[in-house]
């Protein structure tokens, strides 16, 4: 089902296909994403994820169908998507503050306005290393503004890349498993100050304004993808295809779309209350043993609105 | 023990005592030379090679000229000229390599054959296209040098700057010209400079080559001239003069390192 009239929809994906010479990756792939969702993708290994991320970014544009942010079509990458890699998140020769200044300086001026009117851009730097420092005393990095990536932990580095994506206001954050390569730990300290930034849209709506982060999470940790985000769609490409299994499948789709539960940063994780949704998706998303019709548990707005109410 | 490190004090101690054993063991070639032969000047005594210096700062009669200043002022201005556009000319060429594939294809094959090819087998032809002035001697050093760095910067522009860390710069609005000057650039800054290091050595080869061969002031110029006429004692304070402003270079291009990009190789 399609979202209602009159849902805030950031982004579209319509009918989007994509494939590598004979290797078909994505299918078909048809989904709406609300302003102020957070949304985790999650999937077994090869199902295409990366591929569908790039599609969105704007870097490997979809072979069939298309990508529409707020109704337009995405040819390419731009500062409307910020994106968070697991790897070479940052800039190794910039320092924190200069990694979160960077766009702002991109974003607001080009090469001839900083050479030619360099009197204004140096009181223009001063405003976005302003900004930069107050993000960074946000995520908890106020004591390692001058540090050089090389010089901070991978958690550090993590915090500093999503500064970096945030001070640009993206309609859309792209998480490519951002926490994948931390310890526990860490971990589960950003999970915390991700779901910081689903409490700001939570006092956002409340307050009747747009909310102001959108969130698309590649994980393939389940319990990263159920505690951090509302709405979880898992892409697979073990589905059943014109009723003959899996085998003929003509790439990867999306066969689950279903709301997730949702936390409060300081409360600590409890992962029995999402143990029996957690076996669901791994039965429907990862289990080739029974390939689910793709319809069947894609009912995340049918769901909402027999619910009755938004999901805040 | 492998790689245990020693202390500053004692990296010091040792780089003077290397030197001074140097100096020690040319000081008992030269008396063991001059017992058999106390006429000789291939191998001169430290007061012979006083001698030379003060032969080489003294302005000359009738000319005037003081020919230390006229060997390091041709030879430095050549050096330094020949660098600057090979390095230009490397960046732009490394640059573009790295960051377009049409480029990178039509300008590999021609580089890494031009690398290939010593300069100095290249005499007669610069004789013929340049002609014996200034620049011929850019030539040399120009052809020597571009295509070894270009490959090298192309290599760094290539695999240093990861495909991720542009789709960034773009998803925070960089434009073409933005991802390559303030990322692509910058990223490849020390490896640069570090090429340029290692390209000092083969820069001065080539032009005391050129300057041994066609020219009539300069380093090698005066190597040949005295050589000829066994003054060592001119040749080896020459030498050494090459020797000490190469590390000089050396040390000013580490430290603009250090300065430029305090991020790297800590």
């Excluded at chain 1, 849902?7 to 579209?12: F, L, N, P, W």
């Excluded at chain 2, 090679?49 to 080489?56: D, F, L, P, R």
């Excluded at chain 2, 542009?166 to 570090?194: M, Y």
Aim: glycine share 8%; hydrophobic share 45%; charged share 20%.
């Amino acid at each position: 089902m399609n979202p209602p009239d009159g849902s805030d929809i950031v982004i579209r994906l319509d009918g989007l296909s994509h494939w590598f010479g004979t290797n078909r990756v994505l299918h078909n792939l048809n989904l709406s994403i609300e302003r102020g969702q957070m949304v985790a993708v999650v999937g077994p290994s090869g199902c295409g994820k990366s591929t569908l991320l790039r599609a969105i970014l704007g870097t490997h544009p979809p072979k069939a169908g298309s990508v529409l942010m707020d109704g337009k079509v995405v040819t390419s990458p731009g500062f409307d998507r910020g994106i968070v890699y697991q790897r070479y998140s940052l800039y190794e020769f910039m320092t924190a503050r200069e990694n979160v200044a960077f766009g702002l300086m991109l974003r607001h001026t080009t090469i001839p306005f900083r050479v030619f009117k360099w009197g204004t851009w140096r009181m223009m730097k001063k405003d976005h290393i302003r900004q930069a420092e107050e993000l960074l005393v946000k995520v908890g990095l106020g004591n390692a503004m001058d540090k050089y990536p090389a010089e901070m932990s991978g958690g550090m580095c993590q915090r500093v890349a999503i500064a970096q994506a945030l001070v640009m206001r993206p309609k859309l954050l792209l998480l490519d498993e951002p926490f994948g390569a931390l310890d526990e730990a860490t971990r589960e300290d950003l999970q915390r100050m991700v779901l910081t930034l689903y409490q700001e849209n939570t006092r956002a709506k409340i307050e009747g304004k747009p909310p102001p982060h959108t969130i698309l999470l590649v994980t393939h940790e389940l319990n990263e993808a159920l505690y951090i985000c509302d709405r979880v769609l898992g892409l697979s490409q073990y589905w059943n295809y014109q009723g003959a299994g899996h085998d003929s499948c003509p790439g990867a789709t999306i066969v689950y779309d279903r709301a997730a539960p949702t936390f409060e940063p300081n409360t600590p994780r409890e992962f029995e209350q999402f143990v029996a949704q957690r076996d669901e998706i791994r039965n429907i998303v990862f289990e080739p043993e029974n390939p689910p019709d793709p319809e069947t548990h894609r009912d995340f707005w049918t769901r909402r609105q027999t619910a009755g109410s938004v999901n805040v | 023990m492998i790689r245990r490190p020693i202390k500053p004090g004692t990296r010091i101690t040792l780089a003077i005592v290397s030197v001074l054993v140097l100096c020690g063991i040319y000081t008992l070639l030269s008396v063991r030379q001059h017992h058999k032969n106390p006429n000789d000047t291939t191998i001169p005594t430290w007061s012979q090679i006083g001698e030379g210096i003060k032969k080489s700062v003294t302005p000359q009669p009738g000319s005037g000229e003081i020919i230390l200043w006229e060997d390091g002022v041709a030879t430095y201005v050549r050096l330094f000229e020949g660098l600057f556009i090979a390095v230009g000319a490397a960046l732009v060429f490394g640059i573009a390599m790295g960051c377009y594939a049409p480029v990178e294809a039509v300008l590999q094959t021609p580089l890494s054959i031009a690398a290939k090819i010593p300069p100095t087998a290249m005499l007669a032809v610069f004789f013929v296209l340049v002609g014996i002035n200034q620049g011929f001697f850019i030539a040399m050093i120009v052809f020597g040098v571009t295509p070894t760095l270009a490959q090298a910067i192309y290599q760094s522009a290539k695999k240093d700057v990861p495909e991720e860390l542009l789709n960034k710069a773009a998803t925070l609005g960089a434009s073409q010209g933005e991802q390559i000057w303030n990322v692509v650039f910058k990223q490849v800054l020390p490896r640069l400079i570090e090429s340029v290091r290692l390209q000092i050595g083969p820069a001065m080869v080539f032009l005391i080559a050129a300057e041994y061969v066609v020219a009539d002031v300069g380093f090698g110029y005066r190597l040949r001239l005295e050589g000829r006429k066994v003054n060592f004692n001119i040749v080896y304070f020459y030498l050494g003069l090459l020797g000490a402003s190469g590390f000089l270079i050396d040390y000013a291009l580490l430290t603009a390192r250090r300065k430029l990009c305090p991020w790297f190789g800590r």
